[in-house]
């Protein structure tokens, strides 16, 4: 089956910018979700999405990010405006279900360099 | 909150040798337990779970409650087990998975 899929692979730009990443999950999977992972970092829980739905977007800092599952399928996550702490990893990643344990499959991320 | 501690950021040894990545947790309840590995240029991904005591790739992993540890272990390493490994920890209730901050094992031939 194909995996998960995130445009694009790298990405830099300057303070203030806005950028938006993008991730399409394994077909079938109602949950997806959104990690950062910082250098020398785990990943971190942004949001997860239920379907199109928010189960848990508590460590999302809404003031500069967003995300949005439309027909609960794709998903973008959006950072306006950057800041240089925001250069990190975005994760993508999808799971079957809605059970809490379900094996979670992770794309290639994203590279976000914020100069 | 939970926390997941994997103490050693390196770790080196030698083909055959055997391999120990510690990990330690911070948590009251009773958690569910996971080792995710990154190979170069791959993906993560799940190598095993505590619930299902099983050995993937010749790795295996105990939960130990009274030390709040969940060490991989691999009695004969391989270079090919050359990887990043994570320890991640899900709590009861609505609680996203916690990832500790990674070991990068290397065999050395």
């Known amino acids: 089956e194909a995996g998960v899929a995130q445009s694009p692979r790298y990405k830099i730009i300057e303070k203030r910018q806005s950028v938006a990443f993008w991730c399409n999950p394994i077909s079938g999977h109602a949950t997806l979700y959104w990690y950062q992972q910082i250098l020398g970092q785990g990943p971190k829980l942004l949001i997860q999405f239920q379907n199109n739905g928010v189960v848990d977007d508590s460590q999302l800092p809404k003031d500069r990010f967003s995300a949005e599952r439309l027909k609960g399928v794709d998903s973008t996550l959006k950072i306006q405006p950057a800041k240089l702490e925001d250069s990190a990893v975005y994760l993508c990643?999808?799971?079957?279900?809605?059970?809490?344990?379900?094996?979670?499959?992770f794309g290639p991320g994203t590279r976000l360099t914020v100069l | 909150a939970q926390r997941v501690t994997q103490p050693e950021k390196l770790l080196s040894v030698f083909k055959g040798a055997p391999v120990e990545l510690k990990c330690n947790y911070s948590y009251s309840g009773s958690p569910e337990l996971f080792w995710y590995v990154q190979y170069s240029r791959q993906r993560l991904q799940l190598l095993l779970r505590?619930?299902s005591r099983e050995s993937i790739k010749g790795f295996t992993a105990d939960l130990n409650k009274g030390e709040t540890s969940f060490h991989l272990k691999k009695p004969f390493a391989q270079e090919e087990d050359s990887a990043m490994y994570y320890c991640?920890?899900?709590?009861?209730?609505?609680?996203?998975?916690?990832f500790g901050k990674g070991t990068r094992l290397s065999v050395i031939a």
């Open positions: 991640a920890l899900l709590a009861a209730g609505n609680t996203p998975l916690v």
């Open positions: 990643a999808s799971s079957l279900g809605g059970i809490r344990t379900d094996t979670q499959y």
């Open positions: 505590h619930i």
